[in-house]
Structure formats: structure tokens, C-alpha cells
Nanobody, 117 residues
Framework: QVQLVESGGGLVQPGGSLRLSCAASGIIFSIHAMGWYRQAPGKERELVAHITSVGSTNYADSVKGRFTISRDNTKKMVYLQMNSLKPEDTAVYYC???????????WGQGTQVTVSS
């Protein structure tokens, strides 16, 4: 079955950086688009960044210029490099994909990112 496992979250001061990682299994990774979402307390889950199977990317306006999504098809990994972090970036961050064969949508368990001094 499809599994997505995030790692790399933690506590960081404003202006700091973190790199999130997501390990995928159970899918032909190279043909699937991948996304990073986040959910802050009391708010809806929102798309942060998305990368297609061929590496095209798009970002939420709130993170453009600060976050970078990338992928390594040989390792079946997707990354989110987060720079110049702000307190409003505090949230649980989730990795996501939609299986092109079954149509199923899959989520990781999430990793907490807290930006605070």
C-alpha cells in the first residue's frame, strides 16, 4: 500500500531554516506529482507547494521566495526547504500524493513545525 513518511520538523527561531523530507513507498514515484500541505490550529489544511512528475513547481503566495520543493526520484523522496521562517509558518506539515492508478489520495502522518523565539 501507499505510504508517505515525513520527517525534519521541529522548533526553530524566526528567520531560521528547516528541511522537511517525505519518503514514499507503494507507488511508482517518478510518475506522481507530490505536494506539501500544512494545517495550523483552528485553520483548514492548505497547499504549501506542489511538484509535478517532471519537476514543475508551484507555491502558495505566502511562501513564495522562502520555500523550495524538490524531489529525488531515485530515492523516492520529496523535500521542502523552508527558509526565513515566520511564526505564521507554525503548523503540522503533511506530504501528499494522488495515486494515478487507483485515484486514491494519500497523506503522511505529518510533522510539526514550530517557529517561535
Amino acid at each position: 500500500q501507499v505510504q508517505l513518511v515525513e520527517s525534519g520538523g521541529g522548533l526553530v527561531q524566526p528567520g531560521g531554516s528547516l528541511r522537511l523530507s517525505c519518503a514514499a513507498s507503494g507507488i511508482i514515484f517518478s510518475i506522481h506529482a507530490m505536494g506539501w500541505y500544512r494545517q495550523a490550529p483552528g485553520k483548514e489544511r492548505e497547499l504549501v507547494a506542489h511538484i509535478t512528475s517532471v519537476g514543475s513547481t508551484n507555491y502558495a503566495d505566502s511562501v513564495k521566495g522562502r520555500f523550495t520543493i524538490s524531489r529525488d526520484n531515485t530515492k523516492k523522496m520529496v523535500y521542502l526547504q523552508m527558509n526565513s521562517l515566520k511564526p505564521e509558518d507554525t503548523a503540522v506539515y503533511y506530504c501528499n500524493t494522488r495515486d494515478r492508478v487507483s485515484g486514491g489520495v494519500y497523506w503522511g502522518q505529518g510533522t510539526q513545525v514550530t517557529v517561535s523565539s
